[in-house]
């Protein structure tokens, strides 16, 4: 509204005066440049001083002003930034904050772009003075997030990657694909896993039977144990697993007559007979 009015009063002065004067006292001064402000005003024999404008004011037409303008600001909180800053001679030009939009063409407050959701995307992106707007994900199409900036992609098609589809996509996902296991490992496995079984089916039948063979041999000697008999070596003589000797024999064959027969069983179930031979002198033993 001042300056409204300090244009007014600058418009009736030049009335008065001309153009590029303005009336002070009943005199007419020359306007200062822009960028300028009065210093001192005119006087009949002396024009009238012009001072520059400091930082953070402006001036931007020839005027009469004792003071410059003070710069606009573009408030943060609202939405502004600085799209201009202002010189001696051109106030500030305030834009909308990146994601923001003006909602007058003056660009007062500026208001936040809004965001597509999941199964959205973006149809045509805010500008300055335009907010965003968004479709839904066409056939083929997805989002899967909640962006003011991204469109809809389309969904992977499995085969271009050498993969096959485990799900098809919906407006909010992507296709899933997988890797294809590949042909030569199933090859490779259908032929050597075979002749692995072949090698190895003999090897570990024998490991098996000989396994059998020593628990059997085990199992033995554990029941004699417990029988109270001691394993005999297989090189040992009859006559001494029976529990006989020669001499036991004879010593007990003294007191028999001659041409008598004595039988013994042992244990085993085995016997001999001896029979003396008077002849001979000496004895003869006979296993049966």
Request: proline share 5%.
């Given at each position: ?11 009736q002065i030049i009335a ?162 997988e890797e294809e296991k ?107």
């Amino acid at each position: 509204m001042k300056q409204i009015c300090l244009i007014l009063l600058n418009l009736q002065i030049i009335a008065c005066c001309g153009p590029a004067k303005y009336l002070n006292d009943g005199e007419c001064c020359s306007m200062c440049p822009p960028g300028t402000r009065v210093f001192k005003h005119c006087t009949r024999n002396v024009d009238a001083t012009c001072k520059c404008c400091t930082d953070g004011e402006y001036t931007e037409q020839p005027n009469s002003f004792e003071k410059c303008l003070s710069c606009k600001v573009c408030d943060h909180e609202l939405g502004l930034q600085v799209q201009y800053a202002c010189t001696y001679t051109d106030n500030t030009i305030c834009g909308p904050r990146e994601g923001y939009f003006c909602i007058d063409r003056y660009c007062h407050m500026g208001r936040k772009h809004k965001t597509c959701p999941p199964g959205e995307g973006v149809k045509e992106k805010g500008t300055q003075f335009e907010d965003t707007v968004c479709e839904g994900c066409p056939e083929g199409t997805y989002s899967n997030n909640d962006s003011s900036t991204h469109t809809c992609e389309k969904w992977t098609v499995c085969e271009e990657i050498k993969q096959k589809q485990v799900t098809l996509g919906t407006a909010r996902t992507d296709t899933v694909c997988e890797e294809e296991k590949s042909r030569t490992v199933v090859i490779i496995a259908a032929v050597i896993v075979p002749v692995l079984l072949i090698i190895a089916g003999p090897v570990l039948l024998y490991l098996c039977k000989k396994k059998g063979k020593q628990s059997k041999s085990i199992d033995i000697k554990h029941r004699r144990a417990e029988m109270g008999q001691s394993p005999q070596p297989a090189d040992q003589p009859l006559l001494e697993k029976t529990g006989c000797s020669r001499e036991k024999t004879e010593n007990s064959n003294k007191d028999q007559t001659a041409g008598s027969s004595v039988q013994i069983v042992t244990a085993d179930a085995a016997y001999y007979s001896e029979t003396s031979d008077s002849g001979m002198g000496g004895s003869k033993f006979t296993w049966n």
